[in-house]
C-alpha cells in the first residue's frame, strides 16, 4: 500500500507530504507537467491531468504520470485513461529507457533491468500497485486510484461516467540527494530549505507554477533544473506518446508509441 501520510508522498489532489514532514498543496494546471524533483543525477516530472473549477480560480489536479530520469536512463510510470473503475482491471503503464515493460498479474511478479544501477519493478498487488527502486538512488510506490463517485461529491470534482480521472498515488524514498536539491517535492529536502507555505490555511498551497513548469513528462527545462545526467539521444518526445493498453489475453499493460 502507498503511504500517504508519510514524508515524500503525493497523493489525491495533489497533496505533498514534504522532506521536512510539512503538508502542502500544489494544484499546477490541468494537461501540463511540473518538476517534482532535480538533484545533479535525478529528475522526476509529473503529468498533471485535471477538471477546471468554474468557482474557483485554478483546476481540480491529478497526477497521471511521472518520467524519471536518471543517468542515461528513463523510466515512465503512468495510469490509462478509464471510464469505470474496476479495479481487478490493470491500468497501469510501465517503460523502461523506452521499451514498454510487461509484468504478469501475479503479486510479487518482477523486472529487472540488465543495466546498472539494477532497477526492479514489482507488483505490490495483482493489479494497479507496484514499487519501483533504483539501486542506491530511490524507491517509489505507485498506486493507480480513480476519483470515487462519492469523493466527486464531496469536493464538487464533477467527476462523469466517461472518466474517472484515474491517477497515482506515489511514495517516494530517497537515498542519495544533494544539498541543492529543489522542484515542487525536491525542495523540501534541500538543507538550506524553509517551508513557505501558509500553515495558518485550511489548505495550504505552495505557488510557483512558472518556477516548476516543464515542456513534457522527460524535459529537463525547468527553471530550478539541476540535472546533469547524461539521457544520450533518446527525445522525450517519444514517451509523450506511449499508447497503453491490455496485454496478451487481457494480462498486464503493454505501452506502445
Request: charged share 20%; net charge neutral; glycine share 10%.
Amino acid at each position: 500500500m502507498c503511504n500517504c501520510d508519510q514524508p515524500g508522498a503525493v497523493c489525491q489532489d495533489p497533496r505533498f507530504i514534504g522532506g521536512d514532514g510539512i503538508t502542502f498543496y500544489f494544484h499546477g494546471k490541468q494537461n501540463r507537467n511540473f518538476c517534482l524533483l532535480s538533484d545533479s543525477n535525478l529528475h522526476i516530472n509529473a503529468h498533471f491531468i485535471g477538471k477546471r473549477n468554474q468557482n474557483l480560480k485554478r483546476d481540480f489536479t491529478w497526477v497521471q504520470a511521472i518520467g524519471i530520469l536518471f543517468g542515461d536512463h528513463q523510466i515512465y510510470i503512468g495510469a490509462r485513461k478509464t471510464a469505470t473503475w474496476d479495479n481487478s482491471v490493470d491500468r497501469l503503464g510501465l517503460a523502461f529507457d523506452g521499451q514498454p515493460i510487461y509484468l504478469p498479474e501475479s503479486e510479487g511478479a518482477k523486472w529487472q533491468s540488465e543495466v546498472s544501477p539494477i532497477v526492479t519493478i514489482t507488483r505490490s498487488s495483482v493489479t494497479n500497485k507496484v514499487i519501483v527502486e533504483v539501486e542506491g538512488n530511490l524507491k517509489i510506490t505507485a498506486n493507480v486510484v480513480p476519483i470515487t463517485e462519492e469523493e466527486s461529491k464531496v469536493h464538487s470534482y464533477g467527476i462523469t461516467k466517461d472518466d474517472c480521472f484515474a491517477h497515482l498515488d506515489l511514495g517516494f524514498k530517497f537515498y542519495s540527494l544533494g544539498e541543492n536539491v529543489n522542484g515542487v517535492l525536491g525542495q523540501t529536502y534541500a538543507n538550506n530549505y524553509v517551508s513557505k507555505v501558509n500553515m495558518g490555511a485550511s489548505m495550504a498551497v505552495m505557488g510557483g507554477d512558472d518556477k516548476f513548469i516543464t515542456s513534457s513528462v522527460f524535459a529537463k527545462d525547468c527553471a530550478v533544473a539541476r540535472f546533469t545526467g547524461s539521457t544520450g539521444s533518446r527525445s522525450s518526445s517519444e514517451y509523450a506518446s506511449l499508447s497503453c493498453g491490455s496485454g496478451i489475453d487481457g494480462r498486464g499493460v503493454v505501452c506502445k508509441k
